[in-house]
């Protein structure tokens, strides 16, 4: 399992059409909550 | 969306090299934007709760000179469309009392953290749950933890059934009992306690087994979703394939879940996608796997029961993360061995094909 967070290949703009991509983190296993986060109970 | 606001569970944090990320580390949830002019970061900025989408639009306008009205705009709905924004001020919402917001506030923070369709108000997915019909077969390890939770997150009517006792050695892990419940019928007693748990859900029993497909036709009739929680009669041509037979033939989705020992799976299947035969012929058959050995835990079944749950609750309020028609579950010896099967449709099922 990878220990560090992947993202999905990066879109490239259109010509002449400026604007913003949202990409989806790309599933890198299951992932805990670091300890400094801590989970709720 | 009227007034845009960054969902407190998503708040935007600038990596390093100027990346946007949103919505914390949770794959499912989180989001990353490359954000080479700012055009973002300003945009959520100013998604507060205070601007509508044209005034946002006009403020990123007036912060960079270069942008044009109708790439601001893009940006916001953007945005907007990626989940992690909601709207601020969404007004009444009459299918809810106080007292029900009360005591769902915390579904409704979880629903829209993992939430990622524009909503018009963040209780839209416990309206729905509250709409929802509710047919669940077998009150034992899986079915009194899959009861609890459906009644405790709000499901507007449940239909309980199971023709069983409570008996000493079911008090290990079916929590709606006690020592005092000993020889009353199971369903007689979980109505008793999941009333006194949630008053607002209209709960009915019936302490009966269900002994062929056409029972189980007439049980299901007014339901939305079955949640099977029953393992008799055994398979093959069992419970679960009744249940795939008619809730397939009536487009009902439907749920079911079980433990063998460690393994805890739980299968959904309804329209859109393989139906359980399809997906069960699609599972190589396993040396020594055909018996149901009795050892459980508290835990094995719970897990069994609230993954069942869960999956009812995801099919009626839309955020089941796939289409139907697969297993998935966990093996507590192999913590890294989650339990994932799909398999396509046969294409001479009459079922799903």
Known sequence: MNSTPSVEPQQERQPGKRTIVVRRLDKIGPTAMPPSQGTSN | MRLPRVKPEHAPHQLSDGTIRLGGALYGIASEITDVDGWAWKALTLMDGTRTPAQIAAGLCAAFAGLTREEAEDVVATLVASGHVEEADPGPCPELSEQEKERYSRSRDYFRWVDLTPRDHGWEPQVRIKAARVLVLGLGGTGS????????????????????????????????YTEADLGRPKAEVALDRLRRINSGVRITVAASAVDSPGELARLI?????????????????????????????????????????????????????????????????????????PGVTGASAGLSGQLVAYDVLALVTGLLPTPPGYFHGVTLLDPDGHVYARHPARPECEICS
């Not at chain 2, 609890?148 to 997150?153: G, M, P």
């Not at chain 2, 507007?156 to 409570?166: I, N, S, Y």
């Not at chain 2, 799976?265 to 058959?285: D, K, L, M, N, W």
């Open chain 2, 145 to 176: 933890h899959a009861a609890w939770s459906l009644t405790a997150a709000g499901v507007g009517r449940l239909h309980l059934v199971d023709a069983d006792v409570v008996e000493l050695s079911n008090l290990n892990r079916q929590l709606l």
């Open chain 2, 221 to 293: 009739d007014g339901f939305d979703v079955l949640a099977l929680c029953a393992d008799r009669p055994r398979e093959p041509d069992g419970i679960q394939s009744w249940a795939n037979q008619v809730c397939g033939g009536a487009g009902i989705p439907w749920v079911t879940g079980g433990y063998n020992g460690p393994l805890v799976s739980v299968g959904v299947f309804g329209p859109g996608g393989p139906c359980f035969e399809c997906v069960r012929a699609g599972i190589p058959p396993q040396p020594g796997a055909g018996y149901a050995w």
